[in-house]
Protein backbone atom coordinates (compact mmCIF):
# COMPACT_ATOMS: atom_id res chain seq x y z
CA UNK A 1 0.00 0.00 0.00
CA UNK A 2 1.41 3.70 -0.65
CA UNK A 3 -0.51 6.17 0.58
CA UNK A 4 2.25 9.03 -0.79
CA UNK A 5 4.95 8.07 0.72
CA UNK A 6 8.26 7.65 -1.54
CA UNK A 7 10.13 4.79 -0.76
CA UNK A 8 13.71 4.17 -1.69
CA UNK A 9 15.83 0.49 -1.60
CA UNK A 10 19.10 0.56 0.58
CA UNK A 11 21.47 -2.03 -0.05
CA UNK A 12 20.06 -5.01 0.78
CA UNK A 13 16.85 -3.88 -0.97
CA UNK A 14 15.19 -3.21 2.22
CA UNK A 15 12.10 -0.25 1.24
CA UNK A 16 13.03 2.56 3.10
CA UNK A 17 10.71 6.17 3.49
CA UNK A 18 12.75 8.85 1.40
CA UNK A 19 15.02 11.06 3.49
CA UNK A 20 15.04 8.21 6.17
CA UNK A 21 18.42 6.66 4.96
CA UNK A 22 19.63 10.74 5.31
CA UNK A 23 18.65 10.84 8.74
CA UNK A 24 20.15 7.39 9.46
CA UNK A 25 23.34 8.91 8.07
CA UNK A 26 23.27 11.87 9.73
CA UNK A 27 22.54 9.90 13.30
CA UNK A 28 25.18 7.33 12.08
CA UNK A 29 27.97 10.46 11.46
CA UNK A 30 27.12 11.83 14.79
CA UNK A 31 28.00 8.29 16.75
CA UNK A 32 31.07 8.04 14.87
CA UNK A 33 32.04 11.98 15.52
CA UNK A 34 31.01 11.45 19.20
CA UNK A 35 33.15 8.15 19.60
CA UNK A 36 36.39 9.99 17.69
CA UNK A 37 36.37 12.88 19.67
CA UNK A 38 35.96 10.41 22.89
CA UNK A 39 39.05 8.84 21.01
CA UNK A 40 41.31 12.39 20.37
CA UNK A 41 40.52 13.53 23.81
CA UNK A 42 41.95 10.19 25.42
CA UNK A 43 45.16 10.35 23.09
CA UNK A 44 45.46 13.93 23.87
CA UNK A 45 46.22 13.13 27.68
CA UNK A 46 48.92 10.78 26.14
CA UNK A 47 50.54 13.34 24.07
CA UNK A 48 50.29 15.84 26.62
CA UNK A 49 53.67 17.55 27.55
CA UNK A 50 53.04 15.79 30.69
CA UNK A 51 54.33 12.46 29.35
CA UNK A 52 57.20 14.06 28.04
CA UNK A 53 58.50 17.01 30.68
CA UNK A 54 59.34 16.18 34.65
CA UNK A 55 56.84 16.31 36.84
CA UNK A 56 58.01 18.02 40.26
CA UNK A 57 56.46 17.06 43.52
CA UNK A 58 55.81 20.10 46.29
CA UNK A 59 58.34 17.99 48.64
CA UNK A 60 61.17 17.69 45.60
CA UNK A 61 60.91 21.24 44.85
CA UNK A 62 61.04 22.42 48.57
CA UNK A 63 64.48 21.05 48.55
CA UNK A 64 65.56 22.73 44.58
CA UNK A 65 64.39 26.24 45.86
CA UNK A 66 67.69 26.69 47.96
CA UNK A 67 70.17 25.58 45.34
CA UNK A 68 71.39 28.66 43.05
CA UNK A 69 71.25 26.61 39.82
CA UNK A 70 67.59 26.28 40.58
CA UNK A 71 64.91 28.98 38.68
CA UNK A 72 61.28 28.92 38.81
CA UNK A 73 59.33 30.86 36.38
CA UNK A 74 55.78 31.94 36.37
CA UNK A 75 54.09 31.09 33.20
CA UNK A 76 50.74 32.66 33.76
CA UNK A 77 50.12 35.58 31.20
CA UNK A 78 50.57 39.09 33.13
CA UNK A 79 46.96 39.37 33.90
CA UNK A 80 46.85 35.61 35.71
CA UNK A 81 50.33 36.53 37.31
CA UNK A 82 48.52 40.18 38.46
CA UNK A 83 45.71 39.17 40.08
CA UNK A 84 46.48 35.97 41.62
CA UNK A 85 47.33 35.79 45.33
CA UNK A 86 49.26 32.90 45.11
CA UNK A 87 52.31 33.03 43.96
CA UNK A 88 55.93 31.00 44.94
CA UNK A 89 58.45 32.82 46.65
CA UNK A 90 61.24 33.60 44.68
CA UNK A 91 59.98 32.83 41.14
CA UNK A 92 60.63 35.09 38.15
CA UNK A 93 57.09 35.85 36.34
CA UNK A 94 58.23 35.90 31.93
CA UNK A 95 56.05 35.96 29.42
CA UNK A 96 55.15 32.76 28.19
CA UNK A 97 54.55 33.89 24.68
CA UNK A 98 57.78 35.76 24.36
CA UNK A 99 60.81 32.75 25.56
CA UNK A 100 62.99 34.47 22.87
CA UNK A 101 63.31 37.45 24.92
CA UNK A 102 64.02 36.02 28.15
CA UNK A 103 65.67 32.31 27.80
CA UNK A 104 68.85 33.76 27.17
CA UNK A 105 69.25 35.02 31.42
CA UNK A 106 69.33 31.57 32.26
CA UNK A 107 72.48 29.46 31.93
CA UNK A 108 72.28 25.99 30.33
CA UNK A 109 73.72 24.43 33.06
CA UNK A 110 70.06 26.13 34.82
CA UNK A 111 67.45 24.11 36.04
CA UNK A 112 63.62 25.45 35.11
CA UNK A 113 61.02 25.02 36.72
CA UNK A 114 57.51 26.79 35.37
CA UNK A 115 54.55 27.03 36.54
CA UNK A 116 51.15 28.26 35.85
CA UNK A 117 49.22 28.79 39.04
Given at each position: ???????????????????????M????Q???????L?G????????????????????E???????????II????????RT????????????????????G???????????C?
Open positions: MNDGVSLIPDARGTLHRKGALRESRKLMVLFGFLILLGCAQRWSAEDRTPRVSKELRTMMGRPETVDARTEAGWSRQKIKGAVRENPLDPERWAKYSTGSTLIFYG
